[in-house]
């Protein structure tokens, strides 16, 4: 059983940083994809960033030179590394990862099979 519980979140101003943590435990091993996705009141889910087994990265494009994906392996641990924030960046924050052997560098939902339950980022202006 995996577990995803994602840290961090808070209200802050345009122009400011934040560091989203993503902790997993159960049945995890380093070699995993993962990803973060946020979705903000009446907007669909994206991708915002993935990175894979061998720490290739993607990055959709509203937030490329602004936001960084890496990981820890000791500890488990996803983080997004968030600088100048601006109020479109306003949404929950989700998390998600696949162990499965194929898989790929991606921010696309199809290839996670486990998710966290988010945390919230305000951006205000």
């Known amino acids: 059983q995996v577990q995803l519980v994602e840290s961090g979140g808070d209200s802050v101003q345009a122009g400011g940083s934040l560091r989203l943590s993503c902790a997993t435990s159960?049945?995890?091993?380093?070699?995993?994809?993962m990803a973060w996705f946020r979705q903000a009141p009446g907007k669909e889910r994206e991708g915002v960033a993935g990175?894979?087994?061998?720490?290739?990265?993607v990055y959709t494009d509203s937030v490329k030179g602004r936001f960084t994906i890496s990981r820890d392996n000791v500890k488990n641990t996803l983080y997004l590394q968030m600088t100048s924030l601006k109020p479109e960046d306003t949404a929950m924050y989700y998390c998600?990862?696949?162990?499965?052997?194929?898989?790929?560098?991606?921010?696309?939902?199809?290839?996670?099979?486990?998710w966290g339950r988010g945390t919230q980022v305000t951006v205000s202006s």
């Open positions: 998600a990862a696949t162990w499965d052997s194929g898989c790929q560098t991606s921010t696309h939902e199809a290839f996670y099979d486990y």
């Open positions: 990175i894979g087994r061998y720490l290739t990265k």
């Open positions: 159960g049945n995890t091993s380093p070699l995993a994809c």
